[in-house]
């Protein structure tokens, strides 16, 4: 699927195939098979949170509770936000 610059909003976007709604709170999980830390994911881009949600994802507009780090995506204006306390849904994007 082609991106473009609407796939960026400015904000920060999860994709997750459970349904929810504002002001859930998106959990954080083990971030991998060889740590057993626990992290929250989200991303800048519609298409990319939508890929990492999986199958049939719908995607939201998130806020970070507490700190956040921001990591450098693949591409120059994409960004991936790292969360240990979770996000919060403000609603599903659109």
């Keep these: 699927?082609?991106?473009n610059n609407a796939d960026f909003i400015g904000?920060?976007?999860h994709g997750s195939t459970q349904n929810f709604k504002p002001g859930d709170?998106?959990?954080p999980r083990t971030a991998g098979k060889n740590t057993?830390?626990?992290v929250a994911w989200?991303?800048?881009?519609s298409h990319a949170?939508?890929?990492?949600?999986g199958e049939g994802a719908k995607v939201y507009v998130v806020?970070?509770?507490g700190?956040?780090?921001?990591?450098?995506?693949p591409r120059i204006d994409e960004e991936h936000y790292m969360s240990r306390q979770g996000f919060r849904v403000i609603g599903e994007h659109k």
Excluded: F, Q, V
């Excluded at 989200?42 to 881009?45: P, Q």
């Design 49 to 53: 949170a939508k890929l990492y949600g």
């Design 36 to 38: 057993s830390d626990l």
């Design 67 to 73: 700190k956040h780090e921001t990591l450098p995506g």
């Design 25 to 27: 709170i998106i959990e």
């Design 63 to 65: 806020k970070p509770i």
């Design 1 to 3: 699927m082609p991106r």
């Design 11 to 13: 904000g920060m976007l």
């Design 42 to 45: 989200a991303s800048n881009s």
